[in-house]
């Protein structure tokens, strides 16, 4: 008897806590939209893509299984707390480059698509620092 009431609690408890863990958060509050960042020079893209190399693993939580001159990927990501994400440097025809990053957290719920959401925010607002940060030299070129 006294078997089947400890077994009984330690189902319980477990029960308590799925259910707790499962409970709906407090929502996130979504980060105001923030473009996609264009580079408008070698110096420049060079600099904004080196930042969104750093950015990708420390925003996502996953390491970057793929890199190359146009694109990173990250590995899959395999919980709850973390995101698989791109990003790529497309050609927008006038000789700048747009990055371009998506993050899809492992499970769709509103706040963990919200985090996602704001990760691309996020890293988008520290390109617009690093392109800031490097002008390019010629006058007629706009960024």
Known sequence: ????????????????????????????????????????CQPQCEAMWAEAMQDLPSLTGMRIRIATDAMAETYVASDAGRMTGTVNKVPAGD???????????????????TLAYNGERLLYTHLRSVKEGNPCKSANVSG
């Open 1 to 40: 008897m006294k078997l089947m009431l400890c077994v009984g609690c330690v189902i319980g408890t477990m029960s308590l806590s799925a259910c707790m863990a499962m409970a709906p958060s407090r929502p996130i509050e979504q980060m105001s939209y923030v473009p996609p960042q264009v580079c408008s």
């Open 95 to 113: 000789g700048t480059y747009k990055i371009e990053a998506s993050f899809n957290p492992w499970v769709s719920t509103t706040n963990l698509n």
